[in-house]
């Protein structure tokens, strides 16, 4: 079993930092695939950045290409979000998962493991 929890977000201004964190218990995250999802109150689950288990291939959606950065740090059993110019779009729960698949896994359905999720919200 692996554990999650996230923590780091909060309540910031359109143009805003935030820094999220993903620390697992259990298992070395090494073994996983990890990636950040959001939802937002009346729609779907949606994956924001994926990374591989080596580090060496990301993903981002789209409508955060070129302000969020995921990152991971085996030594610290942790997964980063670097969040930059926030836009009250960006408001939602932020997950964090793992999943023992290979490559880049966007499904949610293929993820194991599940953080709690933390509230980011983006004031205009």
């Known amino acids: 079993q692996v554990q999650l929890v996230e923590s780091g977000g909060g309540l910031v201004q359109a143009g805003g930092s935030l820094r999220l964190s993903c620390t697992a218990s259990?298992?070395?995250?090494?073994?996983?695939?990890l990636g950040w999802f959001r939802q937002a109150p009346g729609k779907e689950r949606e994956s924001v950045a994926i990374?591989?288990?080596?580090?060496?291939?990301?993903y981002y959606a789209d409508s955060v290409k070129g302000r969020f950065t995921i990152s991971r740090d085996s030594t610290k059993n942790t997964v980063y979000l670097q969040m930059n110019s926030l836009k009250p779009e960006d408001t939602a729960v932020y997950y964090c998962?793992?999943?023992?698949?290979?490559?880049?896994?966007?499904?949610?359905?293929?993820?194991?493991?599940w953080g709690q999720g933390t509230q980011v919200t983006v004031s205009s």
């Open positions: 259990g298992r070395t995250l090494s073994n996983y695939v």
């Open positions: 990374i591989t288990r080596s580090g060496g291939i990301t």
């Open positions: 998962a793992a999943t023992s698949r290979y490559g880049l896994v966007f499904d949610t359905g293929r993820y194991n493991y």
